[in-house]
């Protein structure tokens, strides 16, 4: 199931930005969203961005090739409902 999550993670899409435009992956496309949602005033986008730039990130699970996933992999996950035992990860067990 990894694979195929990745996969899409991965795939290109055409996104719309104020320079015209642009092909990106499917996960650059749901940060460049939440970041517009964080700049119009949603501060839980908000906080969860700022929270995410800071974390040094790393964990147990990892991706099809075996890479460890970060804690930014991890959250989008989770927040999908694709992970098990989400608020384990997210809190780090504690």
């Given at each position: 199931m990894q694979s195929i999550i990745n996969a899409m993670l991965n795939q290109k899409i055409w996104v719309t930005l104020q320079a015209g435009r642009k092909r990106v992956t499917v996960e650059e496309a749901i940060f460049l969203r939440l970041r517009e949602q964080a700049?119009?005033?949603?501060?839980?986008?908000?906080?969860?961005?700022?929270?995410r730039s800071q974390s040094p990130g790393?964990?147990?699970?990892?991706?099809?090739?075996?890479?460890?996933?970060?804690?930014?992999?991890?959250?989008?996950?989770?927040?999908a409902g694709?992970?098990?035992?989400?608020?384990?990860q997210s809190d780090g067990g504690a």
């Open positions: 700049l119009k005033g949603d501060l839980k986008v908000a906080q969860f961005l700022l929270e790393g964990s147990s699970v990892a991706d099809a090739s075996g890479v460890p996933l970060s804690q930014e992999d991890l959250t989008i996950l989770a927040s694709l992970m098990p035992n989400s608020e384990e």
